[in-house]
T-cell receptor, first 115, second 112 residues
Framework: KAGVTQTPRYLIKTRGQQVTLSCSPI?????VSWYQQTPGQGLQFLFE???????NKGNFPGRFSGRQFSNSRSEMNVSTLELGDSALYLC??????????????FGPGTRLTVT | TQLLEQSPQFLSIQEGENLTVYCNSS?????LQWYRQEPGEGPVLLVT?????EVKKLKRLTFQFGDARKDSSLHITAAQPGDTGLYLC????????????FGTGTRLQVTL
C-alpha cells in the first residue's frame, strides 16, 4: 500500500505571496489532518478534513485554509505569507475513525521557506 | 488549552545506556501516543496507550501511561544508534473526534 504523499517537498516563497500544498492520503483513508512543525512551537494542529468536511480546527489565523476533494486528496492554502510561516507542513492520513486506537500516518512533509 | 511538556528536551548518550523520556500534562487524555521522527521524514507511530497504569513493551522500548491518564513515560533499554531521532508524545482529549495535541519533543542522539 502506498504511503502518504505530499507535494511539493520544498518550496521557497516571498512574503505576501500565497501558497498551496497538496496531500494524497493512503488509499481508502477518508481523513486528512494538517500540522505545522517549527523548532520554536513544535508540532501544531491546523485542521482535519473527513469526507470533504472540516471536522476539527486548530488555533491558526484565517490565512490558513484547506479543502478536501471527493477522492480524499487534500490541499492546504496559506495566503499573504509571513516570515513566521516558514515551517515543515505535515499531512497525516487515517481511516477517520474516532476510537481510542486512532492511528494516523504522516507524509514526509513540505518544507516551506518564506523570504 | 491542553499542553504536553516533555523532558528532557535533548539527550545525548552512548550506545548501551538506558534512558527515560517523560511526557507531562495537567489535562486528562483519553489516549496517548508516542511517535519517532527522523530528519526529513514525518513522525511514525510507535504505540498507543489508553488505560491508566497501562504498560506496553516494544522490544527495548517500554511505554507507561500514568494512573490518572495525565502523563506518560518512554524507557529505552540498551540504546542503539538506530534509536536516534525526535520522540514525540501526543494526547487525544476526551470527547469524540478530539484532536491530537503533540508534546514539545525530545531529541535523542545515541553515539557509538
Amino acid at each position: 500500500k502506498a504511503g502518504v504523499t505530499q507535494t511539493p517537498r520544498y518550496l521557497i516563497k516571498t512574503r505576501g505571496q500565497q501558497v498551496t500544498l497538496s496531500c494524497s492520503p493512503i488509499s481508502g483513508h477518508r481523513s486528512v489532518s494538517w500540522y505545522q512543525q517549527t523548532p520554536g512551537q513544535g508540532l501544531q494542529f491546523l485542521f482535519e478534513y473527513f469526507s470533504e468536511t472540516q471536522r476539527n480546527k486548530g488555533n491558526f489565523p484565517g490565512r490558513f485554509s484547506g479543502r478536501q476533494f471527493s477522492n480524499s486528496r487534500s490541499e492546504m492554502n496559506v495566503s499573504t505569507l509571513e516570515l513566521g510561516d516558514s515551517a515543515l507542513y505535515l499531512c497525516a492520513s487515517s481511516s477517520g475513525g474516532t476510537g481510542l486506537f486512532y492511528e494516523q500516518y504522516f507524509g514526509p512533509g513540505t518544507r516551506l521557506t518564506v523570504t | 488549552t491542553q499542553l504536553l511538556e516533555q523532558s528532557p528536551q535533548f539527550l545525548s548518550i552512548q550506545e548501551g545506556e538506558n534512558l527515560t523520556v517523560y511526557c507531562n500534562s495537567s489535562s486528562v487524555f483519553s489516549s496517548l501516543q508516542w511517535y519517532r521522527q527522523e530528519p526529513g521524514e514525518g513522525p511514525v507511530l510507535l504505540v498507543t496507550v489508553v488505560t491508566g497504569g497501562e504498560v506496553k513493551k516494544l522490544k527495548r522500548l517500554t511505554f507507561q501511561f500514568g494512573d490518572a491518564r495525565k502523563d506518560s513515560s518512554l524507557h529505552i533499554t540498551a540504546a542503539q544508534p538506530g534509536d536516534t531521532g525526535l520522540y514525540l508524545c501526543a494526547g487525544r482529549g476526551t470527547g469524540t473526534a478530539s484532536k491530537l495535541t503533540f508534546g514539545t519533543g525530545t531529541r535523542l542522539q545515541v553515539t557509538l
